[in-house]
């Protein structure tokens, strides 16, 4: 039968091998059709297991995997309309761009005409008319990653799956193929699959972030949710962008909570809807990066900043738009400021400077 739609429900899923239980451990989650999602964690944490039993190339061990309302285990890749664009491209050498792409086509039984007809709006829209007749080894890393991705769209599916596409490519080039990516997503209209370990490249391309860890998802949702609002201290240390602090809670007060710290005076964190907090509660709360703004001893406050933490500069990185300041603030641990170019050479600081770290209060968030 047919599949129509391309939404993926995957229910109880769980995954063995050789004795090593649950590389893939209850996962449950819904991927819209359409939809771009990007499957993102440590190596081992079983992401790329996913992949494949969502493809056909694995079956799970326990658990159901829906597409387009159709439960599919046991179903081969053709009969569940799914494809899979490999990290290595997996191109014939000896094939030229068109032949490259049409091959399902030529498998599945289609005439020579429809063939090529088919293939060569595919060529257009990867914008590889004028590379049609080259071999894989003439094209750049870019175009072959292009071939790979036409041929896997060729097939018509209603989910396409890619295992780390951009692992083999310069920055540079990453940038650019994650645009196009982007735009091949939207322009064919069917849910894209994506796992990677790059960070910035999951927010950058993704509807839906899912964030593994040891075979369970510790968090799914929206790109910047899941960067801006991680659960646990977990997402918050993966994705980046955040510092974490651990403390006891002091008191309760209302709408917020004070958390004894290094700070002289506690930190103080607003409460939210869904914490619990107790007095003499342990809690770890995380600010992010680029909320830090960081002043001399001495120096008032800025407006709307309560905190402070005394700090030494540990090492400073340039990165163009800001500037990458590591302090001591947490012992044992990074505690780092992303302050922005033209406020840091204004008045820079340098390595073994004393500095108070501040934040204003709504910035700082309670974890689960």
């Known amino acids: ?91 014939f050498p000896h094939l030229t761009v068109r032949d490259n792409i049409a091959f399902a086509l030529r498998v599945r039984g289609m005439s020579k005409a429809e063939r090529l007809r088919a293939t060569d709006a595919m060529i257009e ?37 890619l295992d780390e596409p951009l692992s083999a490519l310069d920055e540079q080039l990453r940038v650019q193929m994650r645009q196009e990516l982007r735009r091949m997503q939207r322009e064919l209209g069917i849910t894209f699959i994506h796992v990677t370990h790059t960070q910035l490249e999951a927010i950058a391309l993704a509807d839906l972030v899912v964030v593994m860890d040891q075979g369970q998802i510790k968090q799914a949702g929206a790109a910047r949710d899941v960067y801006a609002h991680p659960h646990d201290r977990y997402v918050a240390e993966f994705m980046g962008g955040q510092n974490v602090l651990s403390g006891r809670v002091e008191k309760v007060n209302g709408s917020s909570f004070t958390l004894t710290q290094a700070a002289p005076d506690g930190i103080e964190v607003p409460l939210q809807a869904r914490s619990k907090i107790n007095v003499g509660d342990t809690v770890d709360i995380a600010v992010r990066r680029d909320d830090i703004t960081l002043i001399r001893p001495g120096q008032n406050l800025p407006p709307g900043c309560a905190a402070s933490l005394p700090s030494r500069v540990l090492a400073i990185e340039y990165q163009g738009y800001f500037v990458k300041v590591m302090l001591d603030t947490v012992p044992d641990d990074e505690f780092v400021a992303y302050v922005p170019e033209k406020t840091f050479f204004a008045n820079p600081f340098t390595v073994g400077d004393v500095v108070v770290a501040t934040w204003a209060t709504e910035h700082a968030r309670p974890l689960a």
């Open 125 to 161: 829209k990867v914008r590889l008319t004028s590379f049609a007749d080259r071999l894989p080894a003439q094209l750049s890393g870019g175009q072959q990653q292009r071939v790979a991705l036409a041929r896997a769209a060729i097939t018509e599916p209603r989910v396409l799956l």
């Open 1 to 91: 039968m047919a599949i129509e739609r391309g939404d993926i429900e995957l229910a109880g899923v769980c995954k063995s091998f050789d004795g090593v239980t649950n590389v893939v451990d209850g996962v449950n989650l819904r991927i819209a059709d359409g939809a771009y999602c990007c499957f993102i964690g440590p190596s081992g944490c079983g992401k790329t297991t996913i992949l494949r039993m969502i493809a056909g190339h694995e079956d799970p061990t326990a658990g159901e995997i829906v597409i387009g309302g159709q439960n599919v285990v046991g179903l081969a890749p053709v009969q569940r309309r799914t494809a899979m664009m490999f990290q290595s491209y997996a191109l």
